[in-house]
């Protein structure tokens, strides 16, 4: 009885030496992290930082957490947030957001609440803690900009996983229901459409090859841009609006993309009178892109309906033989 005594304390005092040099690890890894963003310019503040849960959890909470990056102007800041793991699983933690946050830009604030956001990340055990998968999930999410708008969703959930066969490459799955998108953006662009307040749905499956790895890095130094895209699937359904997307694009080293998305869009019409009205398209082109786009749904046999790829070539864009324009750039700041 004494032996098993003596080995159960032996074995207590092993795995309580563990959990302390382990807590201790990350609370020093987590400030000396924030001590490099200061010393790269970044504001990087926060009030405590302690972490609890002995004897099989490493429960990590920073009170009154503020960053932003010089570079980009973007800043967040929280009055709490969370990184929690499990002791004997040290690289796969859950990250959980408080209900109430603040993301601001050069050109607004936007105060955040959620019923629910929290995260699951599994990285890989390096030290360059590169991403293995993740996922996200927030629950009734509402936005307020200091610009007047607002907006709403009800649920969303971010998977992401390291694609197995490419290196750098990455699997990504949205899916969103109940988005109410910001007030008088339907005002705006609807021109006599007729758009319930609520974004039905929204889903998006698609693989991103990058040109480096998402690790920490990413953050530090820079964020890896996009090589190929391919997108499996994008639907979209508001009120009368159905949209769907597919196709592949490669993205050169300044952004430019050169390939083609199929775009199948039903009530096409009511589209072309919204981009008019958020200022996509010229009211003068209305006329002519919709002649257009009247003879490319008639080759579908479909006149509500359009089935033509969207072509990116040179830094230009194209719908069918009808051209847009200029190509956005696939940059990450």
Known sequence: MRKILAVALLLGGIWGGYWFVGSSAMERALVAWIGDRQTDGWVAEY???NTRGFPNRFDTTVTNLELADPRTGVAWSAPWFQILSLSYRPHHVIAVWPDKQVLATPFERIDITAADMRGS???????????????VVAERVELAST??????????????RRTPTVVNSYDLSLEARGVK?????????S?????????????????????APWDRFAVERARPQPKRIQLDILKAQWGELDLW????????SVGLATGEITVKAK???????????????APEFEGTITSAL???????????????????????????????????RFVIR
């Open 147 to 160: 610009l007047g708008w607002t907006a709403s969703m009800e649920h969303a959930q971010l998977a992401v």
């Open 267 to 281: 009530n096409w019409r009511d589209m072309v009178k919204i981009a008019v009205g958020a200022g996509v398209m």
């Open 245 to 252: 997307m597919a196709g592949e694009l490669q993205v050169d």
């Open 191 to 211: 021109r006599g459409v007729l758009l319930p307040e609520v974004f039905d749905g929204l889903e998006i499956r698609a693989t991103v090859e990058f040109d």
């Open 121 to 135: 990340l599994v990285l890989e055990p390096t030290t360059a803690l590169g991403l293995d998968r993740s996922s």
């Open 47 to 49: 009030e405590t930082l």
């Open 181 to 189: 998108p910001a007030s008088g953006l339907v005002q705006m662009v």
């Open 294 to 328: 009247e003879f490319l749904a008639g080759l579908s046999g479909d006149p509500e309906t359009l089935d033509t790829p969207l072509k990116f070539d040179r830094g230009r864009v194209w719908f069918g033989p009808v051209p847009l324009g200029q190509a956005p």
